[in-house]
């Protein structure tokens, strides 16, 4: 079974610049979580999809935003990109819920410049 | 808010030495508590899981225990490896947003 890809693998940007991330979670799990981890400073909770659906988001402003396509993959996309926007961007999925714990991907690390 | 507070790292030990990684977590309700670990260049493995208290996590010789009384869940392991160098974070289930939040995480350096 393959677990949660995610793509590119690394993505340089200069700052300013609006960056696309891509999430596929694994097979029959309909919910999708996205964090950041920057350096030092944990893992911050983004945005959480389910059946298509915004159902959450972190302390972000609106230049954070995404979706959730039919067949359950997602994207996660940075607009107007400032340097603390560096940091690796982890997706998540899950087919019950927090109470059970979710999958993670490789994630995706962002540089801006 | 729920939180989750962790030791900081990093914590270094020689090979076959015990291991101790304390986590408290403060939360309303009965969340679920987690480890997981993430390994240079990769993403985080859920190690281990507890959803009611009292309840014990365990997997590849790491033990946690739900302790409420305490509102604990320190992660051990009796005899360490090089292999066990890695960032392990504690988690809770947040089941109001339905969500896990994460400790700051340890980092483990493993000497031989």
């Known amino acids: 079974e393959a677990g949660v890809t995610q793509s590119p693998t690394h993505l340089i940007k200069t700052r300013g610049q609006q960056a696309t991330l891509r999430c596929s979670p694994i097979?029959?799990?309909?919910?999708v979580y996205w964090y950041q981890q920057a350096l030092g400073l944990g893992l911050q909770f983004l945005l959480w999809y389910d059946e298509g659906e915004e159902r959450n988001r972190g302390n972000f402003p609106p230049r954070f935003s995404g979706r959730q396509f039919p067949n359950y993959s997602s994207e996660l996309n940075v607009n107007a990109l400032e340097l603390e926007d560096s940091a690796l961007y982890l997706c998540a999925s899950s087919s019950q819920g927090a109470d059970y714990g979710y999958t993670f991907g490789s994630g995706t690390r962002l540089t801006v410049v | 808010g729920n939180s989750v507070t962790q030791m900081e790292g990093p914590v270094t030990l020689s090979e076959e030495a015990f291991l101790t990684i304390n986590c408290t977590y403060t939360?309303?309700?009965?969340?679920?508590l987690f480890w997981y670990v993430q390994y240079p260049g990769e993403g985080l493995q859920l190690l281990l899981k507890a959803t009611k208290a009292d309840d014990k996590g365990s997997n590849k010789g790491f033990e946690a225990t739900y302790r409420k009384e305490t509102t604990s869940f320190h992660l051990e392991k009796g005899s360490v490896q090089v292999s066990d160098s890695a960032v392990y974070f504690c988690?809770?289930?947040?089941?109001?947003?339905?969500?896990?939040?994460f400790g700051k995480g340890t980092r483990l350096h493993i000497l031989p």
């Open positions: 988690a809770l289930s947040d089941r109001g947003d339905d969500k896990i939040i």
């Open positions: 097979s029959g799990h309909t919910s």
């Open positions: 939360a309303t309700g009965y969340p679920s």
